[in-house]
């Protein structure tokens, strides 16, 4: 074979070759884009999952409802920064919770109700809104730590020691708003029949979810915790009216088919109905 025809056949051998390089190396970024794209749907799939294994988590002040709070937040961790108790913390990936939110754990680190709440205004979004914390006073908006509603503190009767008649007061305590949030209530122990509770009683129209509460139980694990309102809270609906409660009853105005019912008994003042039937001879 002359030297042209040699350098022919290694010229076709190494072209051969180069081409099944090429198509080895499309192979191989092919699966590697597979696996790529494999890896971002599992990460992906685990981030919502997460996201929707939250139910119990406490928010900021100020924070949104927890699906508006969602899809304004940006996860810029400035609320976390502001925060000079390091109370709020940015959720991880394995925390179960939506990765990037900030959250805080009442019983390790709680809110301490800063009177100027530093962690809303640096807020870019208004997932945190600076409205609901504010109150008018003079004429100007002025922050105020009493709107807050991060959540509601919930005593659990059976494990809290004030129930089984050791006196403890330590949530009563530590409450912020003391004896609107948490007030204690006296009653008679009639298993011991010379002893008094002193019951701790979380009033939620005046809890703020701080957790303070939570922080300073005695128990081992807290028999005060403090829940997202929506969890904690029931809803007694549109249709029930609370008669004693005038700004309720305005809800009545105007509605059609609505009178009041009088009978016999009706007309008698409460100490006669109470008394009705009673042989005092």
């Known amino acids: ?9 290694e010229a076709m051998e190494e072209k051969k070759s180069s081409q099944i390089s090429e198509r080895r190396r499309f192979l191989i970024q092919m699966a590697q884009n597979v696996a790529i794209a494999g890896v971002g749907g599992l990460l992906w799939s685990a981030y919502v999952d997460e996201a929707k294994a939250a139910p119990l988590i406490l928010r900021p002040p100020g924070a949104r409802r927890e699906d508006e709070f969602i899809s304004l937040c940006i996860k810029c961790g400035l609320c976390v920064e502001a925060c000079p108790y390091d109370t709020l913390l940015l959720a991880k990936p394995g925390d179960n919770l939506p990765t990037g939110t900030p959250y805080f754990i009442p019983r390790d680190i709680p809110c301490y109700m800063c009177e100027d709440i530093p962690c809303v205004p640096p807020c870019p979004t208004g997932a945190l809104n600076e409205d609901s914390v504010m109150s008018i006073k003079d004429g100007e908006k002025v922050f105020d730590i009493t709107k807050m509603r991060m959540g509601v503190a919930i005593v659990d009767m059976k494990s809290c020691i004030a129930y089984w008649g050791i006196q403890c007061d330590a ?17 008679k122990n ?8 002193l019951l701790p009683v979380v009033d939620p ?6 957790g303070l509460c939570e922080h300073a139980c005695v128990t081992e694990k807290a028999a005060i915790r403090v829940l997202p309102r929506e969890v904690a809270l029931g809803e007694v609906g549109k249709h029930y009216v609370k ?9 009545l105005k105007g509605s059609a088919g609505i009178e009041t019912t009088t009978t016999e008994r009706s007309k008698k003042s409460a100490i006669e109905s109470l008394n009705e039937g009673i042989d005092f001879e």
């Open 243 to 251: 008669g004693w409660d005038k700004s309720d009853e305005a809800r």
């Open 205 to 210: 129209d005046h809890c703020t979810g701080c």
């Open 190 to 197: 009639e298993r011991t029949g010379k002893h008094a509770f």
């Open 171 to 187: 949530c009563y305590r530590a409450c912020p708003i003391l004896d609107k949030a948490i007030y204690l209530e006296y009653r």
């Open 1 to 9: 074979m002359s030297n042209s025809g040699l350098e022919k056949g």
